[in-house]
């Protein structure tokens, strides 16, 4: 009987834990099935093409570039990497609306953000 209760313990943390991961589309990816990757949490590297924010305001925004596309990342923090910053960015994928089944206005919203050393 305990080694009943020990397996169905174990089946419930790995299925927890899968709910918890992190996916590892390509930017491409996230363009062409957003719909997949709305309101989950997913992972880009890439080199930073622009990026703009306002002195006192704190939000910015920068576009991320893996060689497949281009994605906007909206930030929260107090770090907005320098154009040319190989990037990797953690976050949930949002977009403003679905026109004609495409996505307008989709980015990621930045949970995580680390700088590649080169």
Not at 19 to 29: C, D, G, M, N, S
Not at 35 to 44: D, L, P, Q, S
Not at 86 to 104: D, I, Q, S
């Amino acid at each position: 009987m305990s080694k009943l209760i020990a397996s169905a313990a174990l089946l419930t943390l790995l299925a927890g834990g899968c709910a918890l991961t992190v996916r590892h589309p390509t930017i491409a990816e996230l363009q062409y099935n957003s719909g997949r990757y709305y309101n989950k949490r997913v992972a880009v590297e890439g080199q930073v093409t622009s990026a703009w924010g306002l002195p006192l305001l704190p939000y910015s925004m920068y576009r991320v570039n893996d060689g497949t596309g281009e994605v906007t990342v909206l930030s929260q923090g107090s770090r907005t990497p320098a154009r040319g910053a190989r990037v990797r960015v953690t976050g949930k994928v949002g977009e403003v609306a679905v026109l004609g089944g495409r996505p307008l206005g989709l980015h990621i919203r930045e949970d995580d953000l680390h700088f590649e050393r080169r």
